[in-house]
């Protein structure tokens, strides 16, 4: 896999993703993003001090129904990272990763597809070390940095990440890092709010989630999940 170091740029998923054409592997590490982009059209924050980057990697005979085994990977990976730091981290469905109730990590992925194939993916991740963060984002968002008060290197993080990224079985522990299963949460489903009690995530990504007594499953295109950390009092 290549990798290229830059100093600032729009965004690594835009870069990974316009160098597609090129047919080889590839990992894109930014020290600061201006146009970080995350899921559903919102952006990321993306001062110095974070990780950011994008890998775009190239499939040979990958069914497309298997095709959340790649975010299944990416967040197990950034969740062992985090753990090597001593910290517990839980995945919000499908691709943030929380610490103490706040975002810690956010998660890109962009595929392309071909004939129930998936040809090639760029998975971006934002994950906040010892970067700012802007004041609206603080109630909601922490960084490695504000949760261990230990300044700990942007490169430490990327090595460890990319190091058990690379476990063939990675993927297996998503399951063990899922948050909030038999809590109660919100699914929101463009302008209506329900009240839900996860259950599970199946194997195609799918979130499983009782509303009104009855199990219904969700797809993260259609649905938003909103959690709400217990407080001391409530626990
Ligand atoms: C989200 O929280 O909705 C996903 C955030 C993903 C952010 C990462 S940072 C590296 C890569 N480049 C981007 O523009 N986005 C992803």
Redesign the pocket.
């Given at each position: 896999m290549k990798r290229i170091f830059l100093e600032e740029i729009p965004?690594?998923?835009?870069y990974a993703k316009a160098r597609r054409n090129e047919k080889q592997d590839l990992l894109v590490v930014a020290k600061k993003?201006t146009g970080?982009?995350?899921?559903k059209g919102?952006s990321?924050s993306?001062q110095e001090g974070g990780v950011?980057?994008?890998r775009l990697q190239f499939y040979e005979n990958f069914p497309a129904k298997d095709a959340f085994r790649i975010m299944q990977s990416a967040a197990a990976a950034v969740c062992e990272t985090l753990s090597s730091f001593g910290l517990i981290p839980k995945i919000k469905w499908p691709?943030?990763v929380y610490v103490n109730g706040k975002k810690i990590c956010?998660?890109?992925i962009e595929n392309t597809f071909s004939g129930g194939f998936v040809a090639s993916s760029v998975v971006?991740?934002?994950l906040n070390v010892s970067n700012d963060l802007p004041d609206e984002l603080s109630p909601i968002a922490t960084s490695v940095y504000k949760e261990t008060g230990k300044k700990i290197s942007v490169d430490e993080v990327i090595q460890r990440l990319l190091r058990v990224w690379e476990k063939k079985t990675i993927h297996e522990s998503y399951a063990q890092y899922l948050g909030w299963l038999g809590e109660e949460v919100s699914l929101v489903l463009g302008e209506r709010t329900a009240k839900a009690t996860l259950l599970s995530v199946d194997g195609e990504g799918g979130l499983w989630a009782r509303v009104n007594g009855e199990e219904k499953r969700f797809v993260a295109a259609e649905v938003t999940l909103r959690v709400t950390e217990k407080t001391e009092e409530e626990k």
């Open positions: 965004s690594t998923n835009d993003q970080g982009r995350g899921t919102r990321f993306s950011y980057l994008s691709n943030d956010g998660i890109l971006g991740i934002g």
